[in-house]
């Protein structure tokens, strides 16, 4: 079965959740609500990766994540931490995650694959070429699927060579980060060149902006509509092999790979 990773943002100003969640109590509550709906690891975030995002200190973002990965440990549920920050990551895993989630595959932060490697925590390693606010500029490919397959093979021989075992890679292609519309498509009809690298493969399409730009423009594109734009994502995705996918609304994706998997036999 493909997994589901439930996404729990604890940040005040992701275009997706408005800081619904900063409270604490409401993120564990949330959290709670995507484990009953079939997550099966909940992904914490405190500084929001979106386009063009302003960055917040490491001390902010743990002020809003610990809290929360603690009390979901306690509850049983598997945690990963979304962060850029080293010192996050294991300030996250000493809190009872068991998963470093790093968007930029150790590219932001000179320190977190000693950091992750000491931990002993899995890392789920993403295709990026920069920080939120000038990756469109980066992004520039001829073969995009080959491309972002050849990137990630380079930030799996670093995480290697620090001492982190292949067995607890994760990769994921980054799909919104530095690849703008098109190039998003090229690298999800493209899965089976990242699938083919060995590691579990996660995918994040959630309510991604390509995803608005494809749906029929006449009618305003609300949360519903990316919602089920992401459990078709979800289902195809999952026909290719990947090992989860990472969503907002768990629902909807468990039905969708509850379809996908039936057909599959
Ligand atoms: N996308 C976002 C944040 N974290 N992590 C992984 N592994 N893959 C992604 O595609 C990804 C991520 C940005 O989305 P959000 O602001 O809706 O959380």
Known sequence: MTGIWGIVNVTPDSFSDGGRYLDVERAVAHGLR???????????????????????????????????????????????????????????????????????????????RAAVAESGADYAIGHWRGFSADMYANAEYRR?????????????????????????????????????????????????????????VLIGTSRKRFLAETLDQGEPITETRRDLATAVTSALAARSGVWAVRVHDVAATRDALAIAHAWEG
């Open 144 to 200: 995009v699927a080959r491309e972002v397959a050849g990137e990630l093979k380079e930030r799996m021989g670093e995480a290697a060579a620090s001492g982190i075992a292949p067995s607890r890679l994760i990769i994921d292609p980054g799909v919104g980060f530095a690849k703008a519309g098109q190039q998003n498509w090229d690298v999800l009809r493209g899965l089976d060149e990242i699938v083919a690298l060995g590691p579990r």
């Open 34 to 112: 995507l484990r009953a709906e079939g997550a099966t690891v909940l992904d914490i975030g405190g500084e929001s990766t979106r386009p063009g995002a302003d960055r917040v200190t490491p001390e902010v973002e743990q002020a809003r994540v610990i809290p929360v990965i603690e009390q979901l440990t306690a509850a049983g549920a598997p945690v990963s931490i979304d962060t850029l920050n080293a010192s996050t990551a294991a300030a996250a895993v000493r809190a009872g995650a068991r998963i470093v989630n790093d968007v930029s595959g150790g590219l932001a932060d000179p320190e977190m």
